[in-house]
């Protein structure tokens, strides 16, 4: 069981409410860092061990300085995440660079940066050698195809992927990156999403160290890692499932046992999990400004998919606590929905919540990850700001909300703008 638990109280939402109003996103500091802590111990009897925390999930500087005093390095996709990165401290081996359809440039700047580079098809590595050179240490995205089963259950769809090279197409990557120099390989796979079992990164750490294996020998190279990526999951409704680190750890250690009996190998384990890093300790706090009655109850909010987008994207769920309302019953059935002209602008449908007023205060759970950096502009409408609770119990402004001026930003060739664009 899991209880959904608020990060703030009524009393601090309605504190900070007056310095920073609705919506805005809060994130806990102790419990991403106690997290942090618990996931790395896990993996601590693996030599080299490292978690790649992907950037994407939640591109804060103040996140990621907390990671990085926790041993975690960054996993980047795209020029402007290893800017972040680079500007952040985060250095060399630090940087996973785990893209596709990756630009020259950066391609160039994470060679620059000599980030280890994971390249996501056999076509890159020409690339890669045009855009910046062959380095020493390179990964390789595998997608095995078919469906990916774990105990006949089918856990994610690779054959649908679009990422990864096909086995054939390893060794043919590999073969030629040797002759190009590279000295020290990694195999890296993502071949199921929010995963709540414990049996998934067992399952991917088992199929990537046969893989390893069988290239070693094919090409004649040195795997020295293999990276699980991403896709353990949090238990997004109540009583969920929680994923068991220490037993996953413990289960991927029996594998690594088995390996170095059979084979004489061992490699280092590289993960670059997002969501279970950061999910559960960031939450969306709004409030009810609006009611409509048709042919159903709405109760409107300050809040819209454009901050946070998973529910209308993906019909996520999204647990809900009204604050001060913890204990009454849920009596009503609302669509708790946001202002877009988009009929999908709905974070819950027909969810049974304690009857509302204006002025409730909403807090939406577990949108640590994948929640604020989705956001985006429709409708003109910005982005919030987003706050951390320090282990003191004081909160830290680690982004401010976007102001008209910064949507206007880009229109500075219009004098229509002058007000916003010059002498903010
Ligand atoms: C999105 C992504 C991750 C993180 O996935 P989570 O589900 O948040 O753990 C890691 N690696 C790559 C390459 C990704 O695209």
Redesign the pocket.
Known sequence: MNEKKTIITLNEAKELKKKYPTPFYVYDEKGIADNADEFIEAFSWNEGFKEYF?V??TPNPAILKLLKKHGCGV?C?SETELLMAQALGFKGEEIMF?SNETADREFALAYKLGAIINLDDITHVEALEKAAGVPKKICLRYNPGGDFKIDGQIMGQPSEAKYGMTRAQLTEAAKKLKSKGAEKFGIHA?LA??TVGNDYYPALAGLLTETAVSLEKECGIEVEFINL????GVPYRPGENKCDVKKIGEKIRNIAVAAEKKYGRKYKIFT?????MLAPYGQLVSEVIRFKHTYKEYAGLDACAANLMRPAMYGAYHHITVLGKENEKPSVKYDVVGSLCENNDKFAVDRLLPKLDCGDIIVMHDAG??GFSMGYNYNGKLRSAEILKKRDGTFELIRRAETAADYFATFDMYEEFDAYTKNK
């Open positions: 992907a994407k999930a996993d996709a785990s993502f999403s929010n990526s991403g896709g353990l670059e999990s997002g969501r279970y990850a994948h």
